[in-house]
T-cell receptor
């Protein structure tokens, strides 16, 4: 039972490049989340998905897009990376709305 | 009104001691208060949670104390162990016009052997 799996674990990008962070969960959860974690700021919600086909903006959605491909997968895309998006990104899932329970181990993203 | 203020930023406790982390909130619409534990290089893990209809919840060595009138809640770790050394986040969620979970800034706990 893998829980929440995120890929890649590390990535370095140049300003202006694009990339997609992948997330998959095997717990049959309806709710999935993308957070970013920056020093001294806790976790901030980027996007939330209550079910397949639905997504809602969180606190810091600018510069990001998401896709809930199916119940298992929820991807986060940076269309034109900026240095301010250097962060650790966490995907999470839950069987309760808006109450994240299980987190992946994160993607550490550096944008030069 | 959406903030959750957490203190202290860091905490050093002797093995066997009690670790206490405090959080305060403003929005009375919050009705679910979880705590998360995060080890270096890992994602947060849900540790324990409380709803405002009870004043205390205990799971093993971990206890949440909740003071609804003061809008404060705290995590107590009894008999703290070196393996408890981690970052702890409090959070709050509820019908705030979005039901989003708001996280505190985190407390880095170090338990000295």
């Amino acid at each position: 039972n893998a829980g929440v799996t995120q890929t890649p674990k590390f990535q370095v990008l140049k300003t202006g490049q694009s990339m997609t962070l992948q997330c998959a969960q095997d717990m049959n959860h309806n709710s999935m989340y993308w957070y970013r974690q920056d020093p001294g700021m806790g976790l901030r919600l980027i996007y939330y998905s209550a079910s397949e086909g639905t997504t809602d903006k969180g606190e810091v959605p600018n510069g990001y897009n998401v896709s809930r491909l199916n119940k298992r997968e929820f991807s986060l895309r940076l269309e034109s990376a900026a240095p301010s998006q250097t962060s650790v990104y966490f995907c999470a899932s839950s069987d309760r709305s808006h109450q994240p329970q299980h987190f992946g181990d994160g993607t550490r993203l550096s944008i030069l | 009104q959406q903030q959750v203020k957490q203190s202290p930023q860091s905490l050093i406790v002797q093995k066997g001691g009690i670790s206490i982390i405090n959080c305060a909130y403003e929005n009375t619409a919050f009705d679910y208060f979880p705590w998360y534990q995060q080890f270096p290089g890992k994602g947060p893990a849900l540790l324990i949670a409380i709803r405002p209809d009870v004043s205390e919840k205990k799971e093993g060595r971990f206890t949440i104390s909740f003071n609804k009138s003061a809008k404060q809640f705290s995590l107590h770790i009894m008999d703290s162990q070196p393996g408890d050394s981690a970052t702890y986040f409090c959070a709050a969620s509820g019908n705030t016009g979005g039901f989003k979970t708001i996280f505190g800034a985190g407390t880095r706990l170090f338990v000295k052997a």
